[in-house]
Nanobody
Framework: QVQLVESGGGVVQPGGSLRLSCAAS????????MGWYRQAPGKQRELVAT???????HYAEFVKGRFTISRDSAKNTVYLQMNSLKPEDTADYYC???????????????WGQGTQVTVSS
């Protein structure tokens, strides 16, 4: 089985910073793209950022220049450094990863359980 576990969420004031982590564990042969998504109350889940196995990154326009995605492939972990946080960044943040469990396996998408980020004064 494969699990993705997020951590690092919390309450922060506007203009503050948080660093989210997401570690994948279990039977893992290879991970390609890893990403962060978020879902605010009453809204659809939306893409925040993604990073490939060669560290090519993609960001949603609303986080460009404020958030940075990175990964430690040796630890099967993806990070999201969030700076200059705004109240509209308040949401549950989810990571996902495209994982092949064995050399003969297909690629499957896994999701974490989410971590809450609240930006409020």
């Amino acid at each position: 089985q494969v699990q993705l576990v997020e951590s690092g969420g919390g309450v922060v004031q506007p203009g503050g910073s948080l660093r989210l982590s997401c570690a994948a564990s279990g039977t893992i042969f290879s991970i390609s793209v890893m990403g962060w998504y978020r879902q605010a109350p009453g809204k659809q889940r939306e893409l925040v950022a993604t990073i490939t196995s060669s560290s090519t990154t993609h960001y949603a326009e609303f986080v460009k220049g404020r958030f940075t995605i990175s990964r430690d492939s040796a630890k099967n972990t993806v990070y999201l450094q969030m700076n200059s946080l705004k109240p509209e960044d308040t949401a549950d943040y989810y990571c996902n990863a495209n994982i092949r469990r064995r050399v003969s396996s297909s690629w499957d998408l896994y999701w974490g359980q989410g971590t809450q980020v609240t930006v409020s004064s």
